[in-house]
């Protein structure tokens, strides 16, 4: 799979007609894939789109959470574009799902995570980054089995919000979802990147990436 590099809007042409899942072919608008910089050290990774998203077709746009992402991104430095934007202008970011559709009156259930499951590992083999942000407790579940020590359960989102958990290959900054965080744990999320992570070589299992 080669990525398309000029492109921030799907960049690895994943399949945008997927079909998988019966039951989400109907409710929902679009099949919303990753989107960002394909050599970004850090990905962001929620559950399922929101209700923003699904009508856009972009990630994290379109709505009051996908707003607070942005306005995430832009105060550590990976969006050149206001919270608002309808195509984040990202550098060094990639933002994601582990699901790609949404269905409007309830979450995915564990077989619809399943058969996403080849798109998100595709994408991360692909771009392969120093800091994964799991944003859910359900995302960070997802995660703690393939990329951690832990098991799912074993880490609460809440308790772990803002600190880092070193993973296998690299590290993971869990996130409360972003319509159930405060302004506060927002500050405190990007306080702990910008105190803890950027002012230390977190790259500790590659060489840096020429850019």
């Known amino acids: 799979m080669d990525a398309n590099q000029g492109s921030l809007e799907n960049p690895f042409g994943m399949d945008e007609a997927c079909r998988n899942c019966d039951d989400l072919c109907g409710p929902r608008e679009h099949v919303v894939h990753g989107y960002g910089?394909?050599?970004?050290?850090?990905?962001?990774?929620?559950?399922?789109?929101?209700?923003?998203?699904?009508?856009?077709?972009?990630?994290?746009?379109g709505d009051a959470a996908g707003e607070r992402l942005q306005r995430i991104l832009g105060e550590l430095g990976f969006a050149r574009s206001p919270p608002d934007a309808a195509e984040p202008d990202l550098q060094n970011a990639f933002i994601t799902y582990l699901t790609r559709c949404r269905h409007p009156e309830r979450a995915p259930t564990d077989q619809e995570i399943r058969t996403?499951?080849?798109?998100?590992?595709a994408e991360l083999r692909m771009i392969n980054p120093e800091i994964i942000v799991p944003i859910g407790q359900r995302t960070l579940d997802a995660?703690?089995?393939?990329?951690?020590?832990?098991?799912?359960?074993?880490?609460?989102?809440a308790e772990a919000h803002a600190t880092t958990i070193r993973g296998r290959g690299f590290e993971l900054v869990p996130m409360i979802a972003l319509d159930e965080q405060t302004d506060e744990e927002t500050r405190a999320f990007i306080d702990h990147f910008l105190e803890n992570v950027f002012t230390r070589d977190y790259r500790q299992t590659k060489g840096r990436r020429s850019r």
């Open 37 to 61: 910089d394909v050599g970004g050290e850090f990905c962001f990774v929620a559950e399922r789109p929101s209700a923003g998203a699904d009508r856009t077709g972009v990630p994290f746009t």
């Open 116 to 121: 996403c499951e080849p798109y998100l590992n």
């Open 143 to 157: 995660l703690a089995i393939d990329y951690t020590m832990n098991r799912p359960g074993d880490v609460d989102v």
